[in-house]
């Protein structure tokens, strides 16, 4: 941004800070909530979860064309949120609606989750944060929220959330267009190993630290000095 307005002018980074009040880690014996009928539901296989305002945007239909792969189906892929049908297509709308119907490895939960907390708990529950959006320039909390639970995230190539990805080593950058692009990076980050290898890299209290409520005095500080 500095590089486009000048250096006259002031640009202040404002942290996307978000609520962790988890209630978070398991419980020993806590057999209810969102995140235990989703773990029940998978029977052990891993977890891949596209939570928050479901539009098309958000890659409603690359996230149901990977559970669809053959390659994919001893995997769990859960969409939980209120769904925006505008923008999506009838054809399109219908098309999700009967794949949802009759995938036996999609599980959804259409409607807004209850809570922070809730919302917290089954992103702890993931074992992929999908948040591969389509052309989104924008943050997103859900980056956030990963980085602090230490969930591997994958996101579109070409924007902002594919620049912290990389610089914060949070995941995996795919092209968003490109369903063979997309499965394959399912595959790697779902490999045995995977998560370790990327826990030796990832940047995540860096992450966290930069998005974190405490900077938001120091924006606004820095917003208001005087030049």
């Known amino acids: 941004m500095k590089e486009r307005i000048g250096t006259q002018k002031r640009v202040v980074l404002f942290p996307d800070f978000t609520d962790l009040s988890l209630g978070c880690e398991p419980s020993p014996g806590k057999n209810f909530g969102l995140a235990s009928k989703i773990r029940r539901f998978a029977n052990g296989k891993p977890i891949i979860s596209l939570v928050g305002h479901l539009q098309r945007t958000k890659g409603l239909l690359s996230f149901t064309r990977a559970a669809c792969e053959s390659s994919l189906q001893d995997i769990t892929f859960f969409l939980g949120g209120e769904i925006n049908w505008q923008e999506i297509s009838e054809a399109d709308k219908q098309w999700l609606l009967q794949t949802w119907e009759a995938n036996p490895n999609i599980y959804s939960h259409f409607q807004r989750l209850s809570s922070e907390s809730v919302l917290n708990q089954v992103i702890a529950e993931s074992d992929i944060v999908y948040a591969a959006y389509n052309d989104f320039p924008k943050s997103s909390n859900i980056l956030t929220k990963a980085a602090l639970l230490k969930r591997p995230v994958v996101v579109s190539e070409g924007h902002l959330m594919a620049e912290h990805v990389r610089d914060y080593q949070l995941g995996e950058v795919v092209r968003d267009d490109d369903l063979a692009n997309i499965c394959q990076t ?12 990327l826990s030796n890299r990832a940047r995540w209290q860096d992450y966290a630290d930069l998005q974190s409520a405490n900077r938001l005095p120091q924006a606004f500080q820095q917003l208001l000095e005087v030049p």
């Open 186 to 197: 399912l595959h790697t980050m779902l490999e045995p190993g995977y998560l370790d290898q």
